[in-house]
């Protein structure tokens, strides 16, 4: 991927080799959240911090679509309209663009944004914490997109970025037997020895499962402090993970 001087501090760079652009902010972009705000922020400072980055990103600024996430399974199409416009698109935790040219973005600060490429047109973008990726958010983004797939031999490639990692996401004894029963990989250990839940494991056995080839980025959101940590920071901010169809030729 590649980008310009001016994007360089605001999103993390990664080599990923997809058929839609992807990117992750970082602290440096500022909080993309319009309701998660830090004591000393509006809204208005967001808008602010989303215009910056949908420019640096070659995006018109306030035409990403955002969703209210819930923690749910629920699956919605990008509407015809970004952010400034219509601020949200409703109750989801998922955006599915059939066109695949509507950038669409993604609010997280621990838990997984997960952007999904594919070679017939469509792309989605997902937010996975516990609660969803338990539930299923997953599967049922990937079955919209294959639905979407009428050759039926059409190839779908997942990043999943920035996020808590399987060593710092303790949970209590109990919460990982549970889960361990949905997805024997889940369950993990701190680096201090206590029960913890490897999410970014887990969703990568998922999308394998569902033959979808996945970028797992490493970058665990609890100990680098280029990103936002709703652990080791509550309230702070969140960054966002964008999907979006670049217009411009590669540089
Ligand atoms: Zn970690």
């Known amino acids: 991927m590649s980008q310009t001087s001016s994007s360089k501090n605001l999103i993390q760079p990664y080599h990923l080799d997809l058929w839609h652009e992807v990117a992750f902010t970082t602290v440096n972009a500022g909080n993309m959240s319009t309701t ?5 922020e509006t809204p208005e ?20 679509r955002f969703v209210s996430q819930i923690h749910s399974t629920t699956v919605v199409e990008a509407g015809p ?14 955006i599915v663009s059939v066109s695949g040219t509507a950038p669409m973005a993604i609010l997280v600060a621990d838990c997984m944004p997960i952007a999904f490429s594919t070679d017939y047109g469509p792309a989605a973008i997902a937010h996975a914490g516990r609660v969803g990726l338990l539930g299923g958010i997953l599967e049922k983004t990937v079955e ?32 990982r037997q549970q889960a361990a029963h949905h997805y024997s990989n889940i369950a993990s250990e701190t680096t201090w020895g206590t029960p913890a ?3 970014p494991a887990a969703a990568e056995g998922i999308l394998e499962a569902a033959d979808v080839e996945v970028y797992r980025i490493n970058d665990c959101t609890f100990t680098n402090e280029q990103f936002y940590s709703h652990r080791r920071q509550p309230g702070a901010g969140r960054i966002a993970g964008f999907v979006w169809k670049s217009t411009k030729t590669r540089q």
């Open 36 to 40: 998660v705000l830090a004591e000393s």
């Open 197 to 199: 839940l490897d999410l």
């Open 81 to 94: 309209d970004g952010w400034e416009s219509q601020p949200t698109l409703g109750d989801a935790d998922a």
């Open 45 to 64: 400072d967001t808008k602010q911090h989303r215009r910056a980055v949908e420019e640096a990103l070659g995006i018109t600024p306030g035409t990403t």
């Open 144 to 175: 919209r997109l294959r639905a979407l797939d009428r050759g039926g031999r059409g190839r779908i490639k997942a990043v999943i970025g920035p996020s808590i990692c399987g060593s710092c996401y303790e949970v209590p004894a109990e919460m």
